[in-house]
T-cell receptor
């Protein structure tokens, strides 16, 4: 039972570098999303997808891109990393937005 | 968009004490309500959820929450906490749209 798998778990980037956080789920969930978790601010929705080929912005989308070419995968791209993007990132999936969300184990990203 | 407020940022209790964590949301329509828990070093897991029906919802590990529509609240309770309940607790609200909003979280520390 893999569930939601994220990689890498830890990453250090220099300002201006780009990178992709990978996310895959094996539960055939239509809905996938990316959140960032910052102290005192809880989880904030970055981008989400309601199915293959469909993505939309969440609460804090600036500086991030996503794509959904398959049901299973939902990568998050940082275009030009900034120190403000230092955070813990969680990928999540569910059958629908009213249903239970299953989270990945998180990716700790530091931008220096 | 809906928003979620968690009143307590950090709660410290002794074992066997009773727990109540506050959660209020701002949305006038039908909502789905959730409490998630994040144990140290782990990802978020569902504690309990409310979709409809009995406003008193029972979850795992002896937790329960009461939905009070008139107060826009969904407070989490446990009669007697244990050291193993030390974690961060997040309230979340989905208003039937493609958006799940989380509160800022409440850190619970239980002293043995």
């Amino acid at each position: 039972n893999a569930g939601v798998t994220q990689t890498p778990k830890f990453q250090v980037l220099k300002t201006g570098q780009s990178m992709t956080l990978q996310c895959a789920q094996d539960m055939n969930h239509e809905y996938m999303s990316w959140y960032r978790q910052d102290p005192g601010m809880g989880l904030r929705l970055i981008h989400y997808s309601v199915g293959a080929g469909i993505t939309d912005q969440g609460e804090v989308p600036n500086g991030y891109n996503v794509s959904r070419s398959t049901t299973e995968d939902f990568p998050l791209r940082l275009l030009s990393a900034a120190p403000s993007q230092t955070s813990v990132y969680f990928c999540a999936s569910s059958y629908g937005w009213g249903n239970t969300i299953y989270f990945g184990e998180g990716s700790w990203l530091t931008v220096v | 968009a809906q928003s979620v407020s968690q009143h307590n940022h950090h709660v410290i209790l002794s074992e066997a004490a009773s727990l109540e964590l506050g959660c209020n949301y701002s949305y006038g329509g039908t909502v789905n309500l959730f409490w998630y828990v994040q144990y140290p070093g782990q990802h978020l897991q569902l504690l309990l959820k409310y979709f409809s029906g009995d406003p008193l919802v029972k979850g795992i590990k002896g937790f329960e929450a009461e939905f009070i529509k008139s107060k826009f609240s969904f407070n989490l309770r446990k009669p007697s906490v244990q050291w193993s309940d030390t974690a961060e607790y997040f309230c979340a609200v989905n208003a039937g749209n493609n958006d799940m909003r989380f509160g800022a979280g409440t850190r619970l520390t239980v002293k043995p």
